[in-house]
């Protein structure tokens, strides 16, 4: 693959955007199909006994509950990325972004046995830049650690600021391999083209391969 | 008459629990596991006449474990448990012989049909 041109980061952002919405919606089903059998299971009891067991029925209200909040907070996540392509740049919080694109790459994390975990610094000041550009570094970065990982890990995301800069280390933790070259295209050149865009760096650091991406505060106008 | 056994297999063990309970309650010997290798290791020690197989698990994927049982042991019926843009798999998952796919959310009374469907056609064989 060359270099990236327009058409290259249009495909690869259909690409991110396709995974994330499986991600979310696979997510979504499921807790629809927990709400489902334990509807159905009421109505079976129901219609067995022709009583209602109140102790049944605070345990499937309080497990129907809990199904529906951890949908909308995902539903949350799925509108408030979306709403960060109305505009190419705007300020935005590094937390938020980071903490929405791991809550929906949750999913596809979990069917390889990986787990994310948050360490954000306090207090970092907005960023004003792309947020969905760095959604997508971000996303290519953990895609790229996530095919390394033998029988699983976790992946830490670390916010931290100094200055007029803004750092976020992806951390992988666990058994790693080398990657054999079979993927279809060719992510470290999308990194690259990424970060030229963000006008940022990625430093690659350690054995199991810690990605740091900097940016500057104003680095976009 | 014995009681058909049941076992489905779905990382998702609030689903998975509460889909077996329904089961129960229609007369079937259903449980539930929800890891692929305990799948395995139970459909060896304690085979179900039927399988509810979820096909997108962590780890071993659910196309591995209907390999898998196929080969130990090809008259457990297998009905897959699919999600949204899953066809390639589900074709897939025929192609090895599993005995048919139903979509999750499930709806009870037809999934109960493609159960009683499927332990006949484990009973035709004469296994």
Redesign the interface.
């Known amino acids: 693959m060359g270099d990236s041109g327009p058409a290259d980061m249009m495909e690869l952002r259909f690409r991110f955007i396709g995974r994330i919405i499986?991600g979310f919606?696979?997510e979504l089903?499921?807790h629809?199909?927990?709400i489902?059998?334990?509807g159905?299971?009421q109505q079976?009891?129901l219609s067995?006994s022709k009583k209602v067991d109140s102790a049944e029925l605070h345990k499937f209200l309080r497990?129907v509950d809990s199904q529906i909040e951890r949908g909308l907070q995902l539903i949350a996540f799925l509108n408030r990325f979306a709403h960060r392509m109305d505009c190419e740049c705007s300020s935005f919080s590094v937390n938020e972004a980071a903490e929405e694109l791991v809550a929906l790459m949750a999913r596809h994390a979990?069917?390889?046995?990986i787990e994310f975990t948050k360490d954000f610094g306090p207090g970092i000041p907005p960023i004003h830049n792309n947020p969905s550009m760095l959604q997508l570094l971000i996303f290519f970065i953990i895609e790229e650690m996530m095919d390394c990982f033998e029988?699983?890990g976790t992946i830490t995301v670390r916010t931290s600021s100094e200055k007029d800069t803004i750092r976020i280390a992806i951390v992988p933790n666990g058994n790693m391999k080398e990657l054999t070259g079979k993927e279809d295209y060719n992510r470290v050149e999308a990194v690259n083209k990424i970060c030229r865009e963000l006008l940022g760096t990625v430093e690659q650091k350690g054995a199991n391969g810690e990605a740091v991406i900097i940016l500057t505060r104003s680095a976009a106008t | 008459m014995l009681q058909t056994k049941v076992l489905i297999v779905d990382d998702e063990m609030e689903f998975a629990s509460t889909l077996a309970e329904r089961l129960q309650i229609r007369g079937y010997n259903a449980k539930s596991v929800y890891c692929a290798e305990d799948a395995i290791a139970l459909s060896r020690n304690d085979p179900p006449d039927v399988m509810l197989l979820d096909l997108r698990m962590p780890g071993m994927n659910g196309i591995h474990v209907l390999k898998t049982i196929k080969q130990f042991n090809p008259s457990i019926q297998v009905i897959m448990l699919t999600g949204l843009g899953a066809s390639q798999e589900s074709a897939e998952g025929m192609e090895i012989g599993a005995f048919d796919c139903i979509m999750k959310p499930v709806d009870i009374e037809k999934l109960v049909v493609m159960i009683d469907e499927a332990k006949n056609k484990k009973s035709e064989k004469g296994v």
């Open positions: 499986a919606t696979h089903k499921n629809l199909a927990i489902k059998e334990s159905g299971l079976d009891l067995m497990s979990y069917q390889k046995r029988k699983g």
